[in-house]
């Protein structure tokens, strides 16, 4: 389990076409944006791709189509599920597709006891032999924290080499930062914490507003990662009105607006996500204003 998941992730969106099927040229756009801007790994089919509604084939044709984009950079797979075999077939299929790792969210739903989380997790590293695990702590979309006690346990199995920690709860995050055993690595999952968390002990980011800003975001995470307070500040500054506007619905739904408005796919989700509303779309090109030179930045074809 050597693959270093440091620095700045991307958790990529998923464009769909006006029929709502899956739009792999907009994809491959997408990704070639995000790899230009610098960053140091692709994410698909994370919540922000919308993963839990798509289906097998979908999957396999993404996933195909950024290990094709990537230029090298690792591609971690997201791939959980609230079924442990479900979990486990998914990430035995990322891993014979030629993934690099395996992006693993917390059960959702059915509320697992700390047995069972271990259980699940050690499941899913069998299923797929070596294959690098990033356990995803989200419990506002899981009803389930990963607590540092817990989080311990399943440090334990050599696969899981990572956690996002999307808790919200910066002392939670600063407890495993400093409990963190040699080896593994703690990412900052959620954009507006990024600088927070990196200060506390977190290596690196798994963003969303990456998608639309990937150079000023990697620029900010390898400003904090070299200790240059003041260059990531201003550049977390720059960003955040553009970080809140992300988050004002349920995300990806104001992002799927924002890459609409740079040229990277429709502002189409599918069912049960709708299209921001118009007041979200509004404060999402003013932010995309005031996060760049006061234009809109526009994607190249």
């Known amino acids: 389990m ?10 990529l969106a998923t464009p769909f076409t ?13 990704v070639h944006h995000v790899v230009a801007g610098g960053v140091d790994t692709l994410i698909p089919l994370g919540t922000t ?45 990322a891993q014979q597709l ?8 917390t059960p959702y739903y059915n509320k697992p006891t700390p047995d069972g989380l271990v259980a699940h997790y050690a499941a899913i590293a069998e299923a797929a032999p070596g294959l690098p695990i990033i356990a995803y702590n989200v419990p506002g979309r899981t009803a389930l924290n990963v607590t540092p006690q817990v989080l311990a346990r399943l440090w334990e199995n050599p696969q899981v080499v990572a956690v996002k920690e999307s808790s ?19 990412l900052a999952g959620d954009d507006g914490l ?4 990196m200060a506390v002990g977190a290596s690196g980011l798994i963003s969303v507003v990456g998608n639309v800003l990937p150079r000023e975001t990697a620029d900010m995470v390898a400003a904090a990662r070299r200790g240059d307070r003041a260059e990531a500040l201003r550049l977390f500054q720059q960003l955040l009105p553009l970080m809140d ?7 990806p739904i104001p992002l799927k607006a924002a890459l609409k408005l740079i040229g990277l796919g429709e502002d189409i989700l599918r069912l049960p996500m709708v299209s921001a509303s118009t007041a979200t ?18 994607v190249k074809s």
């Open 49 to 93: 791709g919308e993963a839990s509604t798509l289906l097998d084939g979908e999957r396999d044709a993404i996933i195909a189509a950024c290990l094709e984009e990537c230029q090298g950079r690792p591609v971690v797979v997201g791939t959980g599920s609230n079924a442990t075999a479900q979990a486990a077939a998914m990430t035995r299929r």
């Open 2 to 11: 050597t693959q270093d998941f440091s620095g700045l992730a991307v958790a």
């Open 194 to 197: 990024a600088l927070a968390a």
């Open 98 to 105: 030629g993934a690099s790792g395996a992006l693993v969210v």
């Open 245 to 251: 506007a992300l988050f004002l619905e349920s995300n």
């Open 281 to 298: 779309r509004t404060r999402v090109a003013e932010a995309l204003c005031l996060s760049t030179d006061g234009t809109l930045p526009g």
């Open 168 to 186: 919200g709860n910066l002392a939670q995050i600063a407890e495993v930062a400093r409990t963190l055993p040699r080896g593994k690595t703690l």
């Open 18 to 30: 006006p029929s709502g099927e899956v739009d792999l040229k907009a994809f491959r756009k997408l």
